[in-house]
């Protein structure tokens, strides 16, 4: 198949999203080593960091007490997600204004898809540049965006030119661009697939592009069409605007954080049976079961299965549940929410590329 060489997608990431709002609104903290998250003197992890704390080799989900050793007078900041939650309200309130098709990753990520926007002579990269004035000029923060023709080069093209990145992949570029691009930068390349590829002399785009589907397939399973189509620079998967798309969820936050794997599984399954309660009376239909687990110190996390039948009363919850916490903390860490969601898709065709992404989403 063929890529459409004619949509326009973007990719906008604020930078150092956490860390950046709390320098905006506290200025004892501009041009210093701040990070966010836990304190160094408990469990606690790096939610995010400045980037003048990223000097000294820091980043998210490290150890707070890890950082500490690193940079012992970087100050160390409690998340505060409300200013974080308005401020990402704000870049989506900017995001509505150029197009009806954005689809937010994350409180400070989304895709635009501007094929159908004709201001600006069309031009995407001053569409993106426009986007992020705006940002700067209604938060005081700063976003990175990337410019190309899919949503899996916008989005490694918004992380080439961080911070304050504008950085575009032409149609020509796609494909010589992902040849040069080491596995680990493929977004949906873990770091066990990483290691396997790297084993099987897998280094680069142009080493998946040398292999068959077949092997693809055989070593990495259905992942195999998608690094497949990644390595000729195809992505067909749609922006999808959420406003149009269909689920309920539910969520319980626990008064006292709990731990124990089986008690984890028992309200996932309360949670569970409640979505469908409610997808059914609002006869809708769903396929896939995204869990969302949120850890005491607030890092969340969220793992989905696309199955290809509708969920009922007699889908097998429990091991898709089972399925779903593995490669989590679960069991390990402590937790201070749970979630459960019910979603469908428009249309088979969807959901036939969505059974392909649903590893990497
Ligand atoms: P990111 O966009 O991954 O990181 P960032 O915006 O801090 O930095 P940059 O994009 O410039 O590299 O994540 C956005 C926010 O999400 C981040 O500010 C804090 C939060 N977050 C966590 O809480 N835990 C994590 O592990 C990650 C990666 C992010
Ligand atoms: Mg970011």
């Known amino acids: ?40 003197d408990t469990r606690g992890v790096v939610a995010t960091c400045s980037y003048e704390a990223r000097q000294y080799g820091i980043h998210s989900a490290m150890p707070s007490s890890q950082a500490y050793r690193l940079c012992p007078q970087a100050v160390f900041v409690k998340p505060r997600f409300e200013a974080y939650k308005e401020a990402s309200s704000i870049i989506r309130q900017i995001f509505s204004n150029y197009t009806e098709l954005f689809e937010p990753l994350s409180l400070d990520e989304a ?3 501007v094929s159908n926007n004709t201001s600006h002579q069309g031009s995407a990269t001053l569409i993106a540049k426009d986007i992020k ?23 490694i093209a918004s992380d080439m030119d961080k911070p304050n990145g504008l950085y575009l992949i032409t149609p020509e570029q796609g494909n010589q661009f992902v040849e040069k691009l080491s596995v680990g ?15 099987l002399g897998i ?12 092997f693809l397939l055989k070593n990495f399973g259905k992942a195999g069409h998608y690094y497949y189509n990644i390595a000729r620079a195809i992505d067909h998967r749609p922006v999808n605007n959420h406003r149009y798309s269909k689920s309920v969820g539910v969520e319980t936050t626990f008064q006292v954080d709990i731990k ?57 919850k429990n ?43």
């Not at 004035?133 to 990175?144: C, W």
């Not at 399954?269 to 850890?295: G, P, R, S």
């Not at 903390?329 to 749970?338: A, D, H, N, S, Y």
């Open 203 to 214: 280094k680069t785009g142009i080493d998946i592009k040398e292999q068959s589907l077949p």
């Open 260 to 316: 124990d794997r089986r008690q984890v599984l028992q309200h996932l399954d309360l949670l569970f049976n409640k979505a469908l309660k409610k997808l059914e009376a609002k006869k809708m239909a769903a396929q896939t079961l995204t869990v969302k687990i949120k850890y005491h110190d607030f890092v969340q996390i969220t793992r989905s299965k696309t199955l290809s039948k509708i969920i009922t009363d007699s889908t097998e």
């Open 111 to 113: 895709y635009l898809d």
């Open 185 to 199: 930068k493929f977004h949906g390349v873990g770091k066990a697939t990483e290691k396997k590829m790297h084993t």
């Open 133 to 155: 004035a705006s940002i700067v000029k209604k938060t005081h923060l700063v976003a990175s965006a990337g410019i190309s023709y899919n949503k899996f080069l916008a989005k």
């Open 1 to 40: 198949m063929v890529e459409d060489p004619c949509r326009k997608i973007i990719h906008i990431d604020m930078d150092a999203f956490f860390a950046a709002v709390e320098q905006r609104d506290f200025p004892k903290y501009r041009n210093k080593p701040i990070i966010v998250g836990g304190k160094p």
């Open 319 to 361: 091991l898709i549940l089972e399925g779903l916490l593995k490669n989590t903390e679960v069991g390990r860490r402590k937790i201070r929410l749970l979630g459960v969601t019910l979603s469908s898709f428009k249309d088979p065709t969807q959901l036939l590329k969505y059974q392909q992404m649903d590893l990497f989403e």
